[in-house]
């Protein structure tokens, strides 16, 4: 159960910031005790690809943080998070891999479940930060979009650690992120109302 928590609790981390939670691994992996990687996927707490993390993490804390880019990026980032979060799923709930070496064993032993697992729910914790940022960007001249990138990585880091060093608290976070979704789709629709109310007026007029 607590391996599951904290492969979703990963993936989820993900969908706001791919390399957050992989960094996050393979740096505790590294240097604390605090998590021990299965065999397959030793390979994230290897010295050069926490170099290469750490650099994609920095162009992606730029360019999250720019009115219009941070559209493009996200658009980019429809593949890399979801990849992310599978990655993460799979190495957080201690999913052994065999994909290189073996893959019809990977496929007929279900190895692969977390990793579609991390893929879906990173997808739509994307989908919601992608829907989210224009309406940010749009009601705040753009201005908006540092501050809610900012605390989409805080949220990203606090999420990551919480998953490996706590992970029945990973409830609390999707519970946010489920009552956040609530209220952004009802805020869209009042906007939406709003707008059309608008126009009918003008219209009469």
Known sequence: MFEVLTG???????????YIPLLTMGLLARYTDLIDLPGGWQWLGNGWVLAILAALFAVEVVADKVPVVDHVNDVVQT????TAGGLAFGAGASSETVTVSDPDSFFSSNQWVPVVTGVVIALGVHLLKSAA???VNATTAGFGAPVASTAEDATSVAMSLVAIILPVLVLAFLLGLVAFL?????????RRREREAARAAGFRV
Request: hydrophobic fraction near 50%; glycine fraction near 12%.
């Open 8 to 18: 979703t609790g990963l993936a989820a981390s993900a969908g706001l910031n791919a």
């Open 79 to 82: 593949v890399v998070r979801p």
């Open 133 to 135: 940022r224009p309406v």
């Open 182 to 190: 609530f209220w952004f789709l009802r805020r869209r629709g009042d």
